[in-house]
């Protein structure tokens, strides 16, 4: 399971800035980041290459933060290879919260974060790892991609 | 168990008979004694005799703290010097004082009101009553004082303040009642968990708690950390002190005792009374004080009539626990809004007290309510879909109690700014 760095952000701007600039001066890489956003406030989603100290460095600037357990699966970076993971999920009636790409280094695949709902979680473990060209990553192994 | 049960389970029909009587000489008295009174009653074009059922009432004029202060320090007092006993003072934060003095007579109704009271909310003739109410020209102290010697209770003098004393003599001397403000409960508890001393070990099994408004939340917070039942007790100086109202062992609003006092509902805008079960300010009559009889006191507080019977068998109306103050109250867009409704929502909504603040606007001619709402850990989700339906469930909710439509806003933690620990509660952009 992957720990995703969850922060509430109310809607304007300078709020992002903020937050980048104070995990760049503690020198806490961000490998993967994504936003949804509302009129009035957004979700800012974040992978840190080190999620405890980015934990520490958060709260001690007072922001709240949470930890949400996401899945991250390697797949072939060619057309249909998202396809053949979702097609896995449906086939389980599993639905995807949200998804979003997380930038490899040292591979070609492509990488996919996605949250399913908390009480089919397991589930959906279960169900990629049965796909044959789907590999669920686990925390170490993604942060070395 | 009742103090004084004939009193305190009359029927309903005899205790307004009483009422009546008991009105009828109090209002005689202060037109006879007290020229502000005199003056009053021939403004509105009154006279005693026009008193002919507790329903007249209405016709006679209110008295305000206003009213207390222009007649500085004794001008409202029926009885000359001599016969007062004590003279007690509310610590006026804007100028002076205000005064109130008591009677032997007053002093023994007040003693007899605060033992039924005691009673009421659990304390008998053997238990151990610590009362950390200040003494001195505050009621607080010498109120339940008097009232649990009566009792025939032990009670411990100790006055406000003084943590540590109070935890010893607690623990050595065997408090089974504990009275102060709610407050000072909590900081208490917090007290005891610190020193690692578990409530279970203490005697401990009520406290009675007034002076200051607070929610059901910090009953169930005060009873958990002290392991004790927790009652709210209602009064205040101008009227008599505590022990007007108390809550009786159904903690379900507080009786007030009718044969000394005449509780009325008004909306406090247009003064009109309310009919029973409607939220408005709380208005006073005294009906057997001798000292400083007050008429029609606007007491500023929040709150309503239940009149539905109770089941410990008392008569007495009830009063809730009270919602605040009118000096907190808002009107938007002709509607009384006060910030304790939006409170009660957003703590049913989210189980913890959140972070708030009310910006009021006017867009053109209409007034909008805007909801900043803090989040908090508890409420926080990194699904949109679930914040949405937050801010659906406290609009809905804000709808349902007050009939405005809110905008809800979800603001970062911490961003709302504190004074004192307590948010800002209230800003009012409108430019009348």
């Not at chain 2, 009786?248 to 507080?254: D, P, T």
């Not at chain 2, 008429?295 to 929040?302: A, C, G, M, P, V």
Request: aromatic share 6%; charged share 25%; glycine share 6%.
């Amino acid at each position: 399971m992957i720990r995703q760095v969850s922060i509430f952000m109310e809607n304007h701007e300078g709020r992002l800035n903020n937050l980048l600039k104070i995990l760049a001066e503690n020198d806490i890489n961000i490998r993967s980041l994504n936003i949804a956003e509302t009129m009035d406030y957004g979700i800012v989603r974040l992978i840190l290459q080190e999620t405890d100290k980015g934990l520490g460095v958060l709260k001690k600037h007072n922001i709240m933060s949470s930890l949400t357990p996401v899945l991250a699966a390697e797949i072939s970076d060619q057309p249909g290879g998202l396809s053949i993971l979702v097609d896995a999920l449906t086939r389980e009636k599993i639905n995807i919260v949200y998804a979003y790409s997380f930038l490899p280094k040292k591979t070609d695949n492509a990488i996919i974060i996605m949250r399913v709902d908390d009480e089919v979680l397991d589930k959906a473990v279960e169900t990629l790892k049965a796909v044959p060209g789907i590999n669920l990553l686990d925390r170490e192994t993604l942060l070395l991609k | 168990m009742y103090w004084n049960k004939s009193y305190e389970c009359m029927p309903r029909e005899k205790l307004q008979e009483l009422q009546l009587e008991r009105l009828k000489r109090m209002v005689s008295r202060i037109y006879h004694d007290v020229p502000f009174y005199r003056n009053k009653f021939q403004e509105c074009g009154i006279m005693p005799e026009d008193i002919q059922s507790l329903a007249d009432l209405q016709k006679l004029p209110f008295t305000t703290k206003v009213d207390l202060r222009d007649n500085y320090p004794y001008g409202l007092f029926t009885v000359p010097l001599e016969q007062i006993v004590r003279i007690h003072a509310s610590s006026g934060t804007t100028g002076k004082p205000t005064v109130v003095g008591y009677t032997r007579n007053d002093i023994a109704t007040w003693s007899e009101l605060m033992a039924r009271s005691l009673m009421a909310a659990g304390a008998r003739p053997h238990s151990v009553i610590q009362n950390a109410y200040g003494y001195g020209l505050f009621t607080g102290g010498l109120g339940v004082h008097y009232g649990a010697e009566r009792l025939g209770a032990s009670i411990i003098p100790i006055s406000g303040g003084n943590t540590a004393k109070q935890i010893m003599i607690m623990k050595d001397f065997g408090s089974t009642v504990l009275t102060c403000t709610p407050s000072y409960a909590i900081y208490l508890a917090e007290v005891l968990k610190e020193q690692g001393i578990d409530p279970e070990a203490l005697k401990l099994e009520v406290g009675i708690f007034g002076a200051e408004p607070w929610s059901e939340n910090i009953r169930k917070e005060i009873e958990k950390k002290l392991k004790i039942k927790a009652y709210d007790i209602y009064g205040l100086s101008e009227i008599m002190g505590p022990g007007v109202a108390i809550e009786c062992e159904c903690q379900n609003g507080l009786h007030m005792w009718e044969d000394h006092f005449i509780p009325e509902i008004i909306d406090p805008v247009t003064l009109e009374v309310l009919p029973h079960g409607e939220q408005g300010e709380l208005v006073i009559t005294t009906i057997t004080k001798e000292g400083i009889p007050i008429l029609r006191y606007r007491t500023r507080d929040i709150t309503k009539i239940i009149d539905e019977p109770c089941a410990c068998g008392r008569t007495h109306l009830r009063i809730s626990r009270l919602q605040g103050r009118t000096d907190d109250m808002l009107i938007i867009r002709g509607v009384n809004v006060f910030p304790t409704q939006i409170e009660s929502v957003l703590l049913e909504v989210s189980e913890v007290e959140p972070h708030y603040q009310l910006v009021v606007r006017r867009d053109g001619s209409l007034d909008t309510l805007e909801v900043k709402v803090e989040l908090s850990e508890t409420l926080f989700s990194d699904k949109i879909s679930n914040l949405e339906k937050l801010e659906r469930r406290i609009k809905e909710r804000i709808n349902s109690v007050t009939g405005i439509n809110a905008k809800i806003s979800l603001v970062e933690p911490k961003s709302l700014p504190r004074s004192e620990g307590k948010s800002q509660r209230v800003v009012d952009l409108r430019k009348i």
